[in-house]
């Protein structure tokens, strides 16, 4: 038998669909609210505080830092899924050494994001054109990020090894706790020692290494397989191969479209301050929104995981259904509000009248298209979640990328010095999620996650033990 479990885990492979899905999303989108408070505060304590230009600087910086930590992320990803596979069947000394090279992996992804990041700051900034009246602000706000990244790092993989589990609620303590104490900092920092930017980027790496230290302390002290046994941390090479297979793909997915975002900022940088500034707000207001959406896709891919690796995948099915009706009723909502109230919420992060006026137009343009962002989110997080990562890469690098740099430049060369680049600009990305998702639901509606039989899940059978044959079945496409 399975060794012994923790109260916080979550064994998705019996129960109910929908409450197992509820309650491991509930504390995600928590969770998440505090994650996107560290950015959203530097941004609304700047704005407010500091000015406009501080605000644009700020905003750009997520392009160029994504470049790398989307890429350490991507691989997390593959960690993810591998043990809420090896979870859900009941493999206990597969299941620790998966959790063993995925830390020794955390520390690789660290120094590579340092010491990449410090290196590609400048080339990343001159890349994206970056107007002269924010290029110091920006360059400071990201040799300070890069130089503290490993604290995101190891919170976002530690948190994605307890949700691999079905523990949600702890990462989220985590970082009500962290993202309190950024709050202080920020109003410290900015207000009492008038650091600017600086202060904003000193905040948060500290924030974010408290999150991390507490997040490993729970790990070590764990005593279920899961649990980080340090003078065991190694690379075990068939739980590397298999992290490498499931991640490497959405790694490079995610880094090509992170560094391809810093060719769509490009397009608006060349448009001044003021829209850098309103397309900063804007992104912020994005954040939130797509907070629930986020939160149940890594449902979806937990619970497909789980029951992928416990051979039953109707059940994974049936998980996918809910999840996603789940998101569009709930983004659908979301959405609404967000159009509506988006001069209110754009005076959050400043007063200029100007910056206000880019926020509301690229919010009331953009808002419509999250329904398309369900489909993605939910049937891209599902196919990873059965191993099938390399069709959902194609697709998202096809449409968020090569698509939308088509797009772009063909709105540049038409449109150029008219209110139509405006609008080109704030559908680049509307227009690649909607291929996007046409081609995710052909690919998924031909997945054996989709042909799977519905069953009665009361009669299904689980895996019990870590025998090979339960090894064998956890593989990916």
Known sequence: MFGRRNSHDSDMTKGSVWKQIVNF??????????????????????????????????????????VLVTVSAGLATGATVLISQL??????????????TTIALTFASTLLCTFGGLLLT????????????????????????????????????????LRAVGDSKRPLYFLIFSASCNIVLDLIFVLVFDLGV????????????????????????AKEAYGIRWNKIRFVWRELRQILA??????????ITSFSNIFVQGYINILGSSV?????????????????LQALSMASSTFVGQNYGAKQLGRARKGVQVSLFLCISVTA??????MLAAPLIARLFTDDAEVLQHTVFFVRIVTPFYLAMCVIQILSGSLRGIGQTVGPTIIILVSHVAF???????????????????????LAYPVGWTLSATLLLIVYLCSKLHKAPAVDESLTPMLTDGTEEANDTLTHD
Request: hydrophobic share 50%; aromatic share 10%.
């Open 276 to 292: 850098m500034a309103g397309y900063t707000a804007y992104g912020k207001v994005d954040c939130f929104a797509l907070l629930p």
């Open 333 to 338: 909502v979301l959405g609404a509000v967000a």
């Open 122 to 161: 400048d080339p990343l900034l001159k890349l994206m054109q970056t107007p002269d009246d924010v290029y110091q602000d920006s360059r400071t706000y990201l040799i300070i990020y890069f130089s503290g990244v490993g604290g995101l790092l190891f919170y976002n993989m530690g948190s994605g090894i």
């Open 246 to 255: 499931l991640g490497l793909p959405t790694a490079l997915q995610q880094g």
């Open 404 to 426: 939308r740099q088509v797009f772009l430049y063909f709105n540049k060369l038409l449109n150029a010095g008219t209110e139509l680049y405006n609008l080109g600009v704030g």
């Open 25 to 66: 999303s509930l504390p995600m989108v928590l969770g998440l609210i505090f994650q996107q408070l560290y950015n959203t505060v530097d941004a609304v304590v700047v704005g407010k505080f500091v000015g406009p230009q501080a605000l644009a600087a700020v905003g750009i910086t997520a392009n160029v830092f994504n």
């Open 198 to 221: 600086a202060g904003v980027a000193f905040a948060t790496i500290g924030s974010q290494l408290l999150s991390a230290v507490m997040t490993m302390a729970v790990l070590t002290k």
């Open 87 to 100: 979870y859900g069947a009941h493999n206990e000394k597969r299941l620790s050494d998966a959790v063993q």
